[in-house]
């Protein structure tokens, strides 16, 4: 288990990525099930926010957000899954233009806090990154994926979201994608982030 679980290299992202890029995107049946997982806009989730950092440090709601609000962004792993990778990457490519909006971002998984000490290290992360051991938040949120049984590498992760929190931790906006090879669109998540400081 503690092998499976260890950080990709680089090298095996990228032929995993080319890999799977080559095969077709999961299809969605009967639409966008997506939509209806997961709490709603206008839920408190700034009270469940409480998770340890990749430095080990123990962060609530209000330790992580920006005068504005945060970008809550669960994914599946940072170890494993080579969407995800790319994902937290891109999250730090627009990190300052998020600050200057006045918005915060965090990136949760499941993985253990040395693995997303690794990664982020590695790839100069300017954000936290979350562990939610046990999935604790992502099961009280109802957005575990069920798809995988206790046992499995793959038990715990989330269905990938983006939960756009106001400075009281109200959720004002939620982004999902109808499969795990999209993500949320990041100008999108921005726009929507900066109509946050103008309420």
């Known amino acids: ?5 260890r ?20 299809a969605s049946a009967g639409g966008d099930k997506r939509a209806a997982i997961g709490p709603g806009v206008g839920s408190d989730l700034g009270r469940l926010v409480s998770f340890r950092d990749q430095d080990g440090v123990v962060r609530d709601f209000a330790s992580l957000k920006g005068e504005n609000g945060l970008i809550l962004v ?10 995800c990778i790319a994902d937290a990457r891109d999250w730090s490519t627009i990190a300052e233009d998020a600050w200057s909006k006045g918005v915060s971002i965090a990136v949760v998984t499941y993985d ?7 990664f982020g290290r590695r790839f100069a992360i300017r954000y936290p990154l979350l562990s939610d051991k046990g ?18 590498v793959a038990y715990g992760i989330p ?14 906006a939620r982004f999902s994608e109808t499969n795990y090879t999209h993500r949320a669109d990041k ?13």
Do not use: Q, Y
Not at 74 to 80: C, G, K
Not at 159 to 172: C, E, K, S, T, Y
Not at 187 to 199: D, Q, Y
């Open 112 to 118: 253990p806090v040395d693995v997303l000490s690794t």
């Open 7 to 26: 950080f990709m290299p680089l090298p095996a992202v990228v032929f995993f990525l080319c890999l799977v890029s080559l095969m077709p995107a999961p």
């Open 159 to 172: 269905h990938p979201m983006v939960f756009l929190l106001d400075a009281n931790g109200i959720l004002r």
């Open 1 to 5: 288990m503690t092998t499976m679980r």
């Open 187 to 199: 100008n999108e998540v921005l726009a929507e982030a900066a109509r946050l400081g103008s309420k």
């Open 135 to 152: 999935s604790v938040v992502i099961k009280e949120l109802g957005i575990l994926n069920e798809e995988h049984s206790p046992g499995n």
């Open 74 to 83: 669960f994914s599946r792993s940072l170890s494993w899954c080579p969407f």
